[in-house]
């Protein structure tokens, strides 16, 4: 199984830059084009799909996400509105269905299991797991105990060491931590938020965060650092699940000279 992996396309209404740079639109349908080119089963987003959470920004997203070819699951981020995303997207054939109320939790089966947990905050940009969130993923995971698992959330529940950011983490780890221990089927955690591709580990699983489609995030460890962003290459990641192993790939989006002969 091949699952594509974007995330922070952060599309914004027309003829408006975002963060007053970059025009995320074109960023966005050709890494769409070409993670389409690996055929992958699934697509899924790990939120931020708009910046203002505007209606016109989701009509641009599902007009560019209709005629992806494969099932698509989407989780919204901070700077996502739920049910304009809810709205959003609703009528997009190839999505993973949506909660038609409450946070937009869903989930995708296929030989590896993929479930969009959704820790957003609504008016807030950090994320939060709480006692019914923990009840919701406990439920959901208890439904398929052998099935080999990815729990994809927006913002990551650890730090990361870029201090402007890890203040709007996702919060109430402790929570995640205890449910993730009475289920060893989950193999992986991924994220978005960041705009960087992270690795660490969280409750004992490799936990990554995806590339952004907008912005990179500047890489400043220094505590106190001041916020900024380079328009780095659009990248995204595809994690393939063969022969019982699961391995993910960083692949910059765009068109490059190549391919070289190697050897």
Known sequence: ????????????PEG????????????????L???????????????DLTEHGDAESYARARELLAGFPAPILAIPGNHDDREGFRMGLSG???LIPLPTSGPLHSAADGPIRVIGFDVTVPGDHHGLVTPDHAAWLDATLSAAPDRPTLVMMHQPPYATGIS????????????????LSRHP?????????V????????????????????????LRLDPGAEPASFTEP????????RDGQLVSHLQVSGKYPGPHPFF
């Open 1 to 12: 199984m091949l699952i594509a992996h974007l995330s922070d396309p952060h599309l914004c």
């Open 234 to 241: 659009a990248a995204f990641l595809l994690h393939h699940w």
């Open 185 to 193: 089927q989950v193999i992986r955690l991924l994220a978005g938020h």
């Open 33 to 47: 084009e070409q993670a389409a080119t690996f055929s992958p089963d699934l697509l899924i987003l790990s939120g």
């Open 164 to 179: 402007f950011i890890d203040e709007f983490r996702c919060f109430g780890e402790d929570l995640l931590a205890e449910v």
């Open 92 to 94: 997009l054939p190839n």
């Open 16 to 31: 408006q830059l975002y963060q007053s740079v970059l025009d995320t639109t074109p960023r966005f349908a050709e890494a």
């Open 195 to 218: 705009h960087r591709f992270m690795l660490t580990s969280f409750a004992g699983r490799p936990a990554l965060t995806a590339p952004a489609i907008a912005t990179s995030l500047a």
